[in-house]
């Protein structure tokens, strides 16, 4: 991707899907980019409201779950996705900041058996990642994003990143801690700012294994096991990527004399190990 006059292109210089929405304002020059999931059906719904002035609320763009990037608001101008928010002393991060919305239903909860978001719409356990958002207390479910997404969204914040000068990704829970919880635990931001900006200690989380964990060369258990494993209770490891409920694994130092390992992991025996 690159961006001409304020807008997405492919490297060939052809404009990526554009759909206006009347919800912007003034000039912009951002420092931030700002992530956010729709907490919606689809993409096309979210993009409907988004360019619908009822709405009084717009991103520069969205993101489906197949990777598909379109774009509601120049670069150059002031979309409303922040609200009332506060970063690095800055009030009110719509005029600092550029807003990517990821179509993914957010937070789910358990009924009669399923995960179902807000919305009704009951969700497979492989599309499930169970969490603790870092500014709660209790576990809930959280709806994961796919790799065509995060690969997208990659490619795209690499390019604002490097025009516009951005000096840093944030997540929307942090610019409005307590009122709002997008991208949630399942959206690896920690991960993503260190590929954007290569900061040691914006790393990958760390956590520990729970049990006797395999290891394994997929997401899944008709992959093999790695003959490096299993990794044994309290071995520390870094989640690179999430497919489901399963986690691409780096672990921690060296295993048993082992070489450097890498590999699949399933992420209902793993926590989170408090940051140092």
Do not use: C
């Amino acid at each position: 991707m690159k961006v001409l006059r304020h807008r997405i292109h492919t490297p060939e210089g052809e404009r990526l899907p554009f759909e206006g929405s009347p919800n912007r304002g003034g000039a912009l020059v951002p420092r931030f980019l700002v992530m956010h999931y729709t907490a919606g059906a689809s993409a096309r719904q979210s993009i409907d409201w988004l360019t619908n002035r009822d709405a009084r609320a717009s991103a520069h763009v969205v993101i489906g779950r197949d990777g598909a990037v379109t774009q509601l608001v120049p670069f150059d101008r002031v979309a409303w996705h922040a609200g009332r928010s506060r970063w690095e002393g800055l009030e009110g991060l719509n005029q600092h900041s550029i807003g990517i919305e990821l179509d993914n239903a957010g937070r789910l909860t358990r009924q009669g058996g399923q995960w179902r978001a807000w919305f009704g719409r009951a969700y497979d356990e492989d599309e499930v990642m169970e969490a603790t958002h870092k500014h709660e207390t209790a576990t809930a479910g959280w709806h994961t994003f796919t790799p065509e997404q995060l690969e997208a969204a990659r490619e795209l914040a690499t390019v604002l990143v490097r025009k516009y000068d951005l000096v840093d990704v944030i997540g929307h829970d942090d610019i409005s801690p307590f009122r709002k919880s997008d991208p949630g635990p399942a959206f690896p931001l920690s991960n993503f700012r260190a590929r954007l900006f290569g900061r040691r200690e914006d790393g990958p989380p760390r956590f520990a294994t729970t049990v006797t964990l395999n290891i394994r060369t997929g997401p899944g258990t008709e992959h093999a096991r790695l003959t490096e494993g299993p990794l044994p209770p309290g071995t520390e490891v870094e989640v690179l990527e999430a497919v489901g409920r399963w986690r691409f694994v780096d672990v921690v130092g060296s295993l048993r004399g082992t070489a450097h390992i890498q590999g699949w992991v399933h992420g209902g025996f793993l926590d989170r190990v408090a940051d140092r």
